[in-house]
Structures are given as C-alpha cells and as structure tokens.
C-alpha cells in the first residue's frame, strides 16, 4: 500500500523515539501498532529512557528497544555522542519521534537518519525532514490520538479511528512472579486484593488527598474482605506511608520496591485498582482491569482511561479542569470528592465486574 506525498513507502529500519513519562507511553501503543501494520517487514527499534523501557518489553510491534540513559552511560558530552555513534552505525532508513523534545529531533540529525518525521514543536522544525504542524486539540481529542494524528498527517498511515481500548499484557512467567510474591506477602488467600497509587508525577494538583485514600480503602476492606496494595515509586513512598498511618487497618506498601515490570505484575493481580489521573491509571486500564480514577485539575475526556472497565469520579467546580500542576487557591476541586462518592462507584464496578466474571465462568 502506498500513500500519497508519504515521505517514505518501504522503509527497512525505523527507529522510533519514545515518550518519556509511563502514561505518555500507554498512550502512544496505538501508534506504534499502527506503524507496524503500515510497515510490517521493517525492522521497527525503539529508543528510551530506562525508567520507560520496560513498559515496552515483548510489545509485538517491536523488534528491538535501545536504552538511553543520559543519567548513566551516555551521561555528559561524550556519552551522548557514543550513543549518537551507535545509532549512526545502525543506520536507519527514518526516525518517527513521538517524543516532542527539541533533543529528540537533534538526535535524529546527529545520527544522519535521512527521514525524520515529527510534530514541529520546540524549535526543531529546522532538524526534521517532515515538520508536521500539531492538530488543534478539537481534532485530536484523547491524547490517545495525538500521536497517531502525527502519523497520519506526515502522510505515514490513513486517517486513524478514535482509540477506544490500549491492550497491555503480562507474560505468563510474570504472573506467576507476582503470585508467588503474594504468598511470600500472606496475600494469597481468597480475599479481594485492592491496588492504590496515590501518587502523580505531574504535581499534587492532581492528587486526591491521601486521608480520603485511606478512609476509601478501609471501607472497602470492610465492604469487600479485602486487602490493600499500595503502590508508588520510590519518591511517592512518603506519600504512600501517609496513606497507611491514616488507614484504621494495615496496607502492604509496595512503593519503591519494585522494576515497572514487576510493579506491572503485582497490578495486575488486583481486581480493582484506585488512582489519580497517572501512568498508573493508564496501566491499569491497558492490562483490563477495574479502574477507580479520581480527576480534579485535569480533562478525562483528554487523558481519561481507556477501558470498558474504568470509571472517573469527580466534582465538577468552575475552575476545572485547569491543568496546573498545583492548585493557586483551595483545592476545591479535589475537595469535593468524598470518600462516599469514590466508595459509591467502586463497589458498583466491582459489581458489575464479578458479575462478569461469574458469567464467563458458568459458561465454562
């Protein structure tokens, strides 16, 4: 299939710049798997930072990720220019840069890739052989859209459905490290296992308050017979022990203690999970979990998840959704969401999906 004014039809390696931040990654899969269906003999390698590359791992759209680590061996001057070597040996036949970075496109220069497609944002337009000129966001809609909007607009793919669902998987080994990681826990038993992530790399703006996380996770221990995981980087770890010290009962921490890949893991043996509008809302969503996602500063019909099983619980107030990364006055908008209101929704979640589950059951 070729398309018109496309700036390459038969590619044999493409090397494709990630997003650097967990949800921006999610979301950015459908492109990636729609790059792959328009060129399905190229060898497709993707390049990102460490604390990403993980999510990436066995994603059959890839054939090959490379780790740069500005922080690590290609710290400084020279690291970057080893690694720029590296990718000149490689020798690549285009570069699709979902990351929108100024450094991103100079790195595709450097690395003398003759294509190098991308939206024209920080001042790089001069770097990229195909500048594509970012969508008004009425166009685009969901972040989910965005990127495959940059390829469709660089002439790479047709014009693109909306994204309703972004699949995730865990491989069979990984699921049977996270169960062993329970028993090891004492979580093995019958009880219903509850996942929270308080955190927001964004900014506290988007963070519910942590003493409303607590009080919703022992209703629902109460409600559910459940026990309680609470997840987080090693940063959110204070957080995430404020969460605890406010519960009446005790959680497992699990934040900081685990790769993404691990982390992964022990998500998805939850079945129900509780959020802020995060990376590890989006995860959540992409393995098909139940997902209680709370939003105040931001729009859930931009960055909302994307999942048959997830529900938004929020107040709405006038000044929502702002986007800022710290509310200037009285956090009114995160406030206004109780402890009743996210209980309310989840336990009609859980609900609806043990229902489900029951069925596919019987069926069986």
């Not at 490379?66 to 061996?73: L, Q, R």
């Not at 699990?254 to 691990?262: D, F, P």
């Amino acid at each position: 299939m070729i398309i018109r004014n496309s700036p390459l039809n038969d590619p044999r390696k493409i090397l494709v710049r990630a997003t650097n931040w967990i949800g921006d990654a999610v979301l950015s899969l459908p492109a990636l798997n729609a790059l792959r269906s328009r060129f399905p003999a190229a060898e497709i390698v993707l390049v990102a930072k460490p604390w990403v590359s993980e999510l990436y791992q066995n994603h059959p759209s890839l054939n090959r990720l490379i780790v740069y680590d500005p922080g690590g061996a290609h710290r400084g001057v020279r690291g970057f220019n080893t690694f720029i070597e590296s990718l000149r040996r490689e020798e690549f036949s285009a570069a699709v840069l979902l990351q929108n970075a100024f450094q991103a496109a100079w790195m595709a220069w450097r690395a003398r890739i003759p294509v190098r497609v991308g939206y024209a944002t920080d001042g790089r337009g001069a770097f990229l052989t195909r500048a594509v000129q970012p969508p008004p966001a009425f166009e685009w809609g969901h972040q989910s859209n965005y990127y495959l909007q940059m390829l469709f607009r660089a002439g790479l793919i047709e014009k693109p459905r909306p994204v309703s669902e972004v699949p995730l998987s865990l491989l069979p080994r990984e699921r049977t490290w996270a169960a062993k990681q329970l028993r090891d826990l004492g979580l093995d038993g019958p009880r219903f296992l509850v996942g929270l992530s308080p955190g927001a790399s964004f900014g506290p703006a988007k963070r519910w308050i942590p003493e409303r996380f607590a009080g919703l996770a022992d209703r629902l221990i109460g409600a559910l017979d459940a026990d309680v995981l609470i997840f987080g980087t090693e940063s959110e770890r204070p957080l995430a022990e404020d969460v605890a010290r406010a519960m009446a009962h005790t959680p497992v921490i699990v934040a900081g203690k685990t790769t993404l890949r691990q982390w992964m893991a022990l998500l998805g043996a939850c079945r129900l999970v509780v959020t802020n509008d995060s990376g590890p809302m989006h995860v959540a969503a992409a393995l098909g979990l139940p997902v209680l996602a709370i939003f105040g500063s931001t729009d859930e019909r931009a960055t909302g998840p994307l999942s048959p099983w997830a529900r938004v619980v929020r107040r709405q107030v006038d000044c929502s959704p702002c986007g800022l990364r710290t509310c200037p006055i009285d956090f009114r908008c995160m406030k206004g969401v109780t402890v009743e209101d996210a209980q309310r929704a989840a336990l009609a979640l859980v609900k609806e999906w043990e229902t489900k589950r029951a069925r596919g059951a019987a069926g069986n």
